[in-house]
């Protein structure tokens, strides 16, 4: 038999690019015996997140510096925290709006812990969360001046 008998055109029956067919009907409908579940059988336990500080005040790690600088037809914000002996694992740098809703994060995981950020509109806080030893984290809003 040539290897080439079929060459530009497949036997009767064989299309080489169709797969079997998978039809929901060779599947029973009870295959899968259905339970009920009653929502008293599950409990969802709430706990308090450990170790969290969200300060307005920056006396715990020191206070996060937000300059604007224009970057050719762009508003930037830098924001930059100097770990000044809190030792520090990472700093996740943030631009929020009034909510205090996210808008743009990043998260640096070694000095210089510094980020620029195009200024977004409905941006009203700058921000910083820190990641201390063991775990522990502070956030830190700063109100961008607009």
Known sequence: MSPYQYLGAYPFGSYGYGYPDD??????????????????????EVKPARNVQTLDDSS???????TEERVGAKNVVR??????????????????????TVLAAETVRSPPFTWAFELQPRTAF?????????????????AVKR
Request: a negative charge.
């Open 23 to 44: 039809s929901s009907a060779d599947y029973s409908a009870d295959s899968m015996p259905a339970r009920d579940v009653d929502p008293a059988d599950y409990v969802t």
């Open 60 to 66: 715990a790690v020191g206070k996060l510096q937000v």
């Open 79 to 100: 924001l930059t925290w100097r770990d000044e002996g809190a030792r520090a694992s990472q700093v996740a740098l943030f631009l929020a709006d009034s909510g205090r």
């Open 126 to 142: 700058a921000g910083m969360t820190v990641v201390l030893p063991g775990g522990s984290l502070v956030t830190q809003y700063v």
